[in-house]
């Protein structure tokens, strides 16, 4: 999907509490591609907090992207749009 005013791609990353995994993804993707992408994150049974371990990660490596609270989702997708 791209963004018909900035060019960009969108991409989201989900798992099911968005506090750890798609949290890290979006930060990696957010400090080394923003240029490109624009990036976010959602579980679809948000912690409505950022695990303390994600945020360590992050800044050992040298990013601190992370948003502060985690984001729901809801989204229905018909077999055609999973080709299938």
């Known amino acids: 999907?791209?963004?018909g005013d900035s060019g960009k791609k969108k991409v989201l990353f989900?798992?099911?509490?968005?506090?750890?995994r798609s949290q890290i993804a979006e930060g990696f993707a957010r400090h080394g591609g923003?240029?490109?992408i624009e990036t976010?994150?959602?579980g679809v049974k948000p912690a409505g907090v950022v695990?303390?371990?994600a945020v360590t990660v992050m800044?050992?490596?040298g990013c601190s992207r992370l948003r502060a609270c985690t984001a729901g989702m809801a989204i229905t997708l018909s077999?055609?749009?999973l080709g299938l």
């Open 79 to 81: 077999p055609s749009q």
């Open 1 to 3: 999907m791209s963004d």
């Open 51 to 53: 695990s303390e371990e």
């Open 34 to 36: 923003s240029a490109f």
């Open 40 to 42: 976010y994150s959602a």
């Open 59 to 61: 800044r050992e490596k």
């Open 14 to 20: 989900v798992c099911i509490g968005n506090m750890i």
